[in-house]
């Protein structure tokens, strides 16, 4: 048989409501792996934003950045980082419409001002903490994504401007930015050729705007219960809401575990 590859978005799926990982989901990522499912990460988050997550699955493989740095059993497989000069662009035109930015790579993250609101409300939905400020530090290092503040439809503006990149709304104040056309779904093709694996026998958990394209490229796409509408409609399942057992529902479900007798 061939072997299987389970994809976990992080909050809203692994992570519930409360951003707490409730110990009936790891305990199904563990009788995951003890069954030979292989188990990964795919997440928007930076690798240094969960790294405690990943201590406590198990979990030595990830797809960060929505795809732009992928680790296969802690090695790297594939980068992807942001133009350098079509983000210093973005950048100019962000300060002239007084809309703050966060720079990440995947060691840490500044932010481009200091005391913003709407980095402090943005971040702090997650439980982080205001960055370092340092405007320049996109110059001269890779950096695989960045968080662009602005509300609404002020977004629309700078998709008609900077073409290079593609931007996802995550929060009310905040969106990220990525190189064109990346992807988590990029990021899991990566990953499944580099370990020998097939995309039929692969599993993709999620909720959010980020996910649509890896809950329709993947094998088998679930749609936690308190998806996006756009997320649930290319699923191939809709499982509950992650605060009702969703995750671990949907993993019985799909008969990935078979119930304890």
């Known amino acids: 048989m061939d072997k299987k590859i389970a994809f976990f978005d992080i909050d809203g799926t692994l992570l519930n409501h409360q951003k707490q990982l409730p110990d009936e989901t790891k305990e ?3 009788r995951l792996q003890n069954s030979g499912v292989y188990c990964a990460i795919a997440t928007g988050r930076a690798p240094f934003m969960y790294e405690e997550i990943r201590e406590e699955l198990g979990i030595d493989s990830f797809v960060s950045f929505n795809g732009q740095y992928v680790i296969l059993e802690g090695e790297v497989v594939y980068k992807n980082p942001l133009s350098e000069s079509y983000l210093e662009k973005l950048h100019e035109h962000a300060q002239e419409n007084n809309h703050p930015m966060v720079f990440m790579n995947h060691e840490t993250m500044r932010a481009s001002e200091q005391g913003h609101s709407h980095i402090e409300k943005s971040l702090g939905s997650l439980h982080f903490d205001y960055p370092p400020v340092d405007e320049s530090f996109y110059k001269d290092r890779e950096i695989f994504q960045s968080l662009l503040f602005c509300q609404g439809g002020e977004i629309e503006d700078y998709r008609s401007v900077h073409k290079a990149f593609d931007y996802i709304r995550w929060h009310p104040y905040s969106c990220d930015v990525l190189p064109g056309g990346g992807s988590k779904a990029e990021g899991i093709k990566k990953m499944i050729e580099a370990a020998g694996l097939r995309i039929e026998d692969s599993f993709a ?7 649509i394209e890896m809950l ?21 399942m809709v499982t509950t809401d992650v605060n009702e057992g969703g995750l671990v529902k949907a993993i019985y479900d799909l008969g990935l575990l078979k119930t304890q007798s």
Request: no cysteine.
């Open 28 to 30: 199904a990522v563990k």
């Open 205 to 211: 958990f999620g909720d959010g705007l980020n996910d």
């Open 216 to 236: 329709r490229e993947t094998g088998t796409g679930v749609a936690m219960g308190n998806a996006v509408p756009e997320a649930k409609k290319v699923s191939d």
